[in-house]
């Protein structure tokens, strides 16, 4: 059955969770301290990370992005819709207590991370989690599934990049990019047994398939990976963005369009990993780049978050709603198996609150 329906029941609420960012220079280093909480990351270090932060005033745009997808949520989903953060203010126990205080009972998630992993989905979970067993009354909280493969937000992409290639000369190559991850934590993400990178790869062959359709031509697409971090004897997942532009260049190649699918907006990974440092090696290398945008508040995307949360709300209701994917991979689950999307180094946990993916 198609989502052609408003009703939301039976949620009362829709709770937007992201991973927060300092909104001033004197937030940069707490702010990293919350995130590195518990790997003994010396300040000194985490100073140098903060030079990032720091070349565009000690402010992460993610809170700004955030603001605006709320807004651009609420002409959309006639719920109230509240937003907290893992790492930053407003920090997701506050949230909770808002929404305790307000009688929200069952609110539906949206997270900003559209693949499967332990950072972009255990980890909201355990967070929620977490919060919740620290709110008296909080309310019952459901995930969303993965969106990744979902029409909206590849068909957000499929225009992007084609944008971006319209820039550049004829047969330039397509590098899509993603967050880095551990090698570890590529190991089975789902009950399906696909991973990180088997969802990244999926998406950039939907868009690959879309284009090459539209224009009738073939080019070179790779999957590369940006932002790092870790100790260097720890492998994570290549090769990194810059590597790939000098090998690009080397091979001949006319110009690439840089394709940040592990992204939903423009936030550091993006306008710092791409836009700066990327766009730099580019330039050293004389080869055109164009960045292909995120979907940020594209009414494709905002409106595919609307369709998830009515999606999940029908299926909630006992109906069968239709759920839209493209891809070999399927549309993702609603609730997650316990031991799926494994941290690195300690077993995962059963969860305690009802949560999808």
């Known amino acids: 059955m198609p989502v052609g329906t408003t009703d939301a029941a039976p949620y009362d609420a829709v709770l937007l969770l992201s991973f927060g960012g300092p909104e001033k220079p004197e937030d940069v280093l707490p702010f990293l301290q919350n995130v590195t909480r518990g790997r003994g990351i010396p300040d000194e270090r985490l100073k140098e990370v903060g030079e990032h932060y720091y070349s565009f005033g000690g402010k992460s745009p993610i809170n700004d992005q955030n603001r605006a997808l709320l807004a651009a949520l609420r002409e959309e989903i006639e719920l109230p819709i509240y937003w907290g953060n893992r790492n930053w203010a407003p920090y997701l126990t506050d949230t909770l207590r808002e929404m305790a205080a307000d009688g929200i009972r069952r609110a539906v998630v949206i997270v900003t991370a559209a693949y499967p992993s332990y950072s972009g989905c255990r980890q909201y979970r355990e967070n929620l989690e977490d919060a919740a067993r620290d709110v008296p009354n909080a309310p019952r909280l459901d995930k969303l599934r993965h969106y990744a493969n979902h029409p909206g937000f590849v068909g957000s992409f499929v225009e992007a990049t084609a944008d971006a290639l319209s820039t550049l000369p004829e047969g330039s190559a397509i590098a899509y990019v993603t ?89 550091m990974e993006v306008i710092y990993d791409l836009d700066t440092e990327a766009a730099a090696t580019a330039e050293k290398l004389r080869l055109p780049m164009a960045r292909a945008a995120t979907p940020g508040t594209d009414e494709r995307f905002v409106t595919m978050l609307r369709d998830l949360v009515l999606e999940r709300a029908a299926a909630e209701r006992g109906e069968q709603p239709d759920r839209p994917c493209v891809g070999k991979l399927g549309a993702a689950w609603d609730d ?21 993916a």
């Open 179 to 267: 967050h880095s991850i551990p090698n570890a934590m590529n190991d089975t993400s789902g009950p399906d047994g696909n991973g990180y990178v088997d969802w990244h790869l999926d998406v950039a062959a939907e868009i690959d398939a879309e284009l090459e359709r539209r224009t009738g031509q073939t080019r070179r697409t790779d999957l590369v990976y940006c932002s790092r971090s870790g100790p260097p004897q720890v492998p994570w997942l290549e090769p990194d963005v810059n590597d790939h532009l000098e090998a690009l260049a080397a091979d001949g190649a006319p110009g690439v369009a840089v394709v940040p699918i592990g992204f939903v907006s423009d936030h």
């Open 336 to 356: 997650c198996r316990h031991d799926c999307c494994p941290p690195l180094r300690r077993p995962a946990r059963p969860s305690a609150v009802k949560e999808s």
